[in-house]
Nanobody, 117 residues
Framework: VQLQASGGGLVQAGGSLRLSCAAS????????MGWYRQAPGKQRELVATLTRGGTPNYADSVKGRFTISRDNAKNTVYLQMNSLKPEDTAVYYC????????????WGEGTLVTVSS
């Protein structure tokens, strides 16, 4: 499975960005897709995930500001980020987890999001 992330960039605090993650296979065959981020000097952390059944999960720090969604026809998952804060600055990584026949996790190359104050 290959994941191609895009949409990062430089934005002022309070602004918005939308990240995209295009999968090389049908996302209907992927159990969970999500976004993680890693800020300089920090560990990678969960931002948001979306199950195949459509259940989202968000980190407390982004609840109410970020929305994860998907387009099955385009095999793409999106992360709409609003009201961005400087602390959202990080490299954002797309993730896919397939659980059958064995649990496998796939990562895309990161996309950098920089929020200026």
């Amino acid at each position: 499975v290959q994941l191609q992330a895009s949409g990062g960039g430089l934005v002022q605090a309070g602004g918005s960005l939308r990240l995209s993650c295009a999968a090389s296979i049908s996302i209907n065959s992927i159990n969970t897709m999500g976004w993680y981020r890693q800020a300089p000097g920090k560990q990678r952390e969960l931002v948001a995930t979306l199950t195949r059944g459509g259940t989202p999960n968000y980190a407390d720090s982004v609840k109410g500001r970020f929305t994860i969604s998907r387009d099955n026809a385009k095999n793409t998952v999106y992360l709409q980020m609003n009201s961005l804060k400087p602390e959202d600055t990080a490299v954002y990584y797309c993730n896919a987890v397939i659980m059958v026949p064995t649990v496998r996790a796939y990562w895309g190359e990161g996309t950098l999001v920089t929020v200026s104050s």
